[in-house]
């Protein structure tokens, strides 16, 4: 295949990435390499998908939701920007990690049963956001599923950073128009980032399925 890219444990919510430091970011990895993955996701995969396919985990982080897709029967390709992710990825069986910018990414068509991006593309510019979601699509085999996060436009975090994606459920909503949504959760509310740091989230929990 050619690619030329808590909720759990104490902490409530697991973004809050620096991305623009990596040795925050390779702390970020290690505070959440043990967290289970994202509810959502395990939420989407018991009730929506067919196990034993192919998954696509963007930004995958020190790989909780690989490891869950891999364990769940799926052939998993994990891809992070930052290359320290790679050495968590070493001992997993069923996933491939490849280091990659997911603003530079080419997919294959029609290829994965789930694509999964879990609080990353707030991390991207958000002038690219609606093309990496059209690829997302493009890459999603017929019934496909789409799970991730957006972050909202009232987010402020890690940061107060201006650099972040950040959109109104009215934009969401024009990106998703071409699929089915099966769930749209906005969240807002306080509360702390994967270090601990105060944080207003607001945030969208996305699944959305090719059709
Ligand atoms: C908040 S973390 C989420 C990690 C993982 N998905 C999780 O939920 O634990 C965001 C991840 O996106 C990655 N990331 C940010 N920008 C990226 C880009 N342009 N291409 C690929 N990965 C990126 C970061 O390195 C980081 O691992």
């Given at each position: 295949m050619l690619i030329s890219c808590s909720e759990g444990g104490v902490v409530e919510d697991p973004a809050g990435v620096a991305h623009v430091h990596p040795q925050r970011l390779a702390r970020y990895h290690?505070?959440?390499?043990?967290?289970p993955p994202t509810s959502l996701l395990q939420?989407?995969?018991k009730s929506r998908l067919?196990?034993?396919r192919r998954a696509l985990d963007l930004g995958c982080g020190s790989g909780r939701d690989s490891q869950f897709l891999a364990r769940s029967g799926f052939s998993v390709t994990a891809i992070d920007i930052a290359s320290e992710a790679a050495a968590y990825f070493t001992k997993m069986d069923s996933v491939e990690f490849l280091q990659a910018d997911i603003e530079q990414l080419s997919l294959p068509t029609a290829a994965y049963d789930v694509v999964n991006a879990a609080f990353c593309l707030p991390f991207l510019r958000a002038a690219v956001v609606p093309r990496?979601?059209?690829h997302i699509k493009a890459a999603l085999r017929p019934r496909g599923v789409f799970v991730g996060h957006l972050f909202g436009d009232r987010y402020v975090g890690i940061g107060r950073n201006s650099s972040l994606a950040l959109f109104t459920r009215a934009e969401l909503t024009a990106f998703f128009s071409t699929m089915n949504m099966l769930r749209l959760v906005e969240v807002?509310?306080?509360g702390v980032l994967a270090d601990g740091t105060a944080a207003h989230w607001h945030r969208f929990d996305i699944a959305a399925q090719h059709v």
């Open positions: 290690r505070l959440t390499a043990a967290w939420d989407t995969v067919p196990f034993g990496v979601i059209r807002e509310r306080e």
